[in-house]
């Protein structure tokens, strides 16, 4: 069974950074998109930052020049280093990612969670 595990997350002081990680487990070929989603209270789960197979990078407004996505293929794994970390940024970091799973003759890409991680910055 194929699942990914986010870690890193807590409680941080404003101007403070932390890093979340996700690895894949279980039986998959590769990795396609990758990202970080966020979901802050009473809101809905909004993009972070992704990062695609070919190597490109994308971030929401509000974490450019402050948040930094990489990945690992070989391991499936992707990371978010956050930095100048502010109130508002406050939420549940839930890792996605694309994958491609099945047999060597039957290979398709399915979508994962993670369960997600809680960060909290105070003020």
């Known amino acids: 069974q194929v699942k990914l595990e986010e870690t890193g997350g807590g409680l941080v002081q404003r101007g403070g950074s932390l890093r979340l990680s996700c690895a894949a487990s279980g039986r998959f070929y590769y990795t396609r998109r990758m990202a970080w989603y966020r979901q802050a209270p009473g809101k809905e789960r909004e993009l972070v930052a992704e990062?695609?197979?070919?190597?490109?990078?994308n971030y929401a407004d509000s974490v450019k020049d402050r948040f930094t996505i990489s990945r690992d293929t070989d391991k499936g794994a992707v990371y978010l280093q956050m930095n100048n970390l502010e109130p508002a940024d406050t939420g549940v970091f839930y890792c996605y990612g694309r994958l491609v799973v099945g047999q060597p003759t039957d290979l398709r890409e399915d979508d994962y969670w993670g369960q997600g991680t809680q960060v909290t910055v105070s003020s």
């Open positions: 990062a695609t197979s070919g190597g490109n990078t």
